[in-house]
């Protein structure tokens, strides 16, 4: 079973909206968490590490207030796009260690702005 | 900083065998992972790999190089399913993945 769990799945929003996608794993405490972003035909982009408890991390060029990230809880981390436009249309996915170097991935989220 | 080189593309024949190649350059190495990925699916778990040599798993074998910041995914006995993107990808310091572009292999009969 799904070790780290993602949702929506799929999202359809309109520009200008927020949407938020939920990162939880599953039986166990992740104090860090992480948010890829992939576009068609491209690979994972690490956008930023959330932190249970602390600030996100964003990577070099991820707007901080454009992609808001809470981590309140040790199984939970939220993204945020907010005042979202067709260009943020894109798949993100989450992930999380479970011990040492074992590393999961949600299912991924596809966001389609129209 | 970091770089993840893999080929952009290959092309195989079902019953075969393939190598796909990954270079890299980190700041700060805690292994090297490959991941199958189909289109519009998650990335899938196929091998990780920390101390240089090889990893076999089934019809995955994985080789790493530290030294030579090199490794490759071998898959045998090519099968039709196996068409998807292989992503090399490097773990860091701060356990965050840098994802090579992938290498989008196409298994033909």
């Known amino acids: 079973g799904a070790v780290v769990s993602q949702h929506p799945s799929w999202v359809i929003c309109k520009s200008g909206t927020s949407v938020k996608i939920e990162c939880r794993s599953l039986d166990f405490q992740a104090t860090t968490m992480f948010w890829y972003r992939q576009f068609p035909k491209q690979s994972l982009m690490l956008m930023a590490t959330s932190n249970e408890g602390s600030k996100a991390t964003y990577e070099q060029g991820v707007e901080k207030d454009k992609f808001l990230i809470n981590h309140a809880s040790l199984t939970l981390s939220t993204l945020t796009v907010t005042s979202a436009h067709p260009e943020d249309s894109s798949f993100y996915i989450c992930?999380?260690?479970?011990?040492?170097?074992?590393?999961?991935f949600g299912e991924g989220s596809w966001l389609t702005v129209v | 900083g970091q770089n993840i080189d893999q080929p952009t593309e290959m092309t195989a024949t079902e019953g075969a065998i393939v190598q796909i190649n990954c270079t890299y350059q980190t700041s700060g190495f805690n292994g090297l992972f490959w991941y199958q990925q189909h289109a519009g699916e998650a990335p899938t778990f196929l091998s990780y790999?920390?101390?240089?040599g090889l990893e076999e798993k089934g019809r995955f074998s994985s080789f790493l190089s530290r030294s030579k910041g090199y490794s490759y995914l071998l898959l045998k006995e090519l099968q039709m399913k196996d068409s998807a993107s292989y992503l090399c990808a490097a773990l860091g310091g701060r356990r965050a993945l840098t994802f090579g572009s992938g290498t989008r292999l196409q298994v033909q009969p």
């Open positions: 992930s999380a260690s479970l011990r040492g170097n074992t590393i999961y």
């Open positions: 790999n920390v101390l240089d």
